[in-house]
């Protein structure tokens, strides 16, 4: 009897069960209506921002042949990434085909391909076709992005992830590339200490246009201290800014709050991003770096001066380019006629305006 009016005496009666509820769910309340969460709406996506993308230093052996030292698949994602960065490549790639003479076996548009591929990748191929009596009928530029070059360095493939390897006739393919310090089965283009120039300007770029599709703002802070809310209006208030997600899609919200204070509902600016002269300052160095390494007049490339005096005569700078930078990219090209053993690449002189005063030879 004893052991069971003890146990009568401790077991909790039906008010204290509630009490004991009722608090444990106003302190879960409580924490809830405490907690802070933090989200935001849907963002761009970069075309490329991997610093491993520099740390490639040898050229792994794949099977037959040996994959590049860098992963050429984000070299052409970069290319596109700044106006300045593909603007430099399309000047040089401009010149060199408007100089080019076309030849039966060498079309202009052949060569428009090999010139960009090689500005871009560092590598170049021309793929000779022959006819039945080993003659050669024209030359082809297949797609550097996608050749590998063999185990022996004389054998080449094309090589797509979705297709068996092709691999190409001994003797065919002609390699132009620019040469690599670490290794030399490929090339590797001119610009790589301006790729991280290429994709802070980007990102640069992709934050204002985040901005300006925001509202202008950097996002907000919903400050409410007003006790009279009920905690069902503030977990609907939540939910209803948790789906506002995208842009455009959150613009206005309605709260009815009778009871409530002037200042119990407060939307606090995280920042109002007065870094505009910040974003100037990042995509014009960014711009400066990207110009350097590719050795371009900015007058060339359409760019409009900050100061009143401008970049200067745009006919000297053209030529002093043409004479530094075009015409040793023309000599290298003529490594094709040594390779055919004829004279397929042909350039006619550089010639600003239509009477040919100013003439590069």
């Not at 790639?93 to 408007?98: A, F």
């Not at 600016?269 to 002269?277: F, G, L, M, N, R």
């Not at 380019?321 to 055919?340: C, G, I, T």
Request: contains cysteine; charged residues 25%; aromatic residues 10%.
């Amino acid at each position: 009897m004893t052991r069971n009016k003890t146990r009568r005496a401790t077991r909790p009666t039906s008010a204290h069960v509630h009490l004991a509820t009722s608090a444990a769910l106003a302190e879960h309340h409580a924490g809830r209506a405490g907690q802070v969460e933090v989200f935001s709406f849907g963002d761009p996506v970069e075309v490329l921002d991997r610093r491993e993308l520099l740390d490639y230093v040898e050229c792994m052996r794949m099977g037959q042949w040996y994959e590049p030292p860098l992963p050429w698949d984000g070299l052409a994602r970069s290319f596109r990434a700044a106006a300045h960065h593909s603007s430099a490549v399309y000047v040089k790639r401009n010149i060199l085909v408007s100089t080019f003479i076309p030849h039966p076996l060498l079309s202009r548009a052949t060569f428009e391909r090999l010139v960009l591929d090689w500005q871009v990748f560092g590598n170049a191929y021309l793929e000779r076709r022959d006819n039945v009596l080993r003659q050669p009928m024209r030359l082809e530029a297949p797609l550097a992005k996608y050749v590998r070059r063999g185990i022996d360095l004389s054998t080449y493939f094309f090589v797509q992830n979705w297709q068996q390897p092709y691999t190409f006739s001994a003797g065919s393919v002609f390699h132009l590339q620019e040469p690599d310090i670490n290794q030399e089965v490929y090339g590797l283009p001119e610009y790589l200490s301006a790729l991280n120039a290429t994709w802070l300007n980007e990102s640069a770029t992709l934050f204002r246009r985040r901005y300006y599709k925001n509202g202008s703002h950097a996002g907000f802070i919903l400050y409410m201290t007003d006790a009279a809310q009920k905690q069902e209006d503030v977990d609907t208030l939540r939910e209803a800014m948790k789906r506002a997600k995208g842009p455009g899609n959150f613009r206005n919200l309605f709260m009815y709050a009778p009871n409530g204070k002037k200042d119990g509902i407060q939307l606090l600016p995280v920042s109002e991003v007065a870094a505009k002269d910040e974003f100037w300052n990042i995509k014009n160095v960014t711009r400066d770096d990207q110009l350097a390494a590719h050795r371009v007049p900015p007058q060339l490339m359409g760019i409009i001066p900050n100061n009143n005096g401008g970049f200067g005569d745009v006919e000297k700078a053209a030529l002093v380019f043409a004479r530094n930078e075009v015409k040793p990219l023309q000599d290298r090209l003529l490594a094709v006629n040594d390779w055919m053993g004829e004279e397929v690449v042909r350039f006619a002189p550089y010639v600003l305006g239509p009477a040919g005063q100013a003439d590069v030879p």
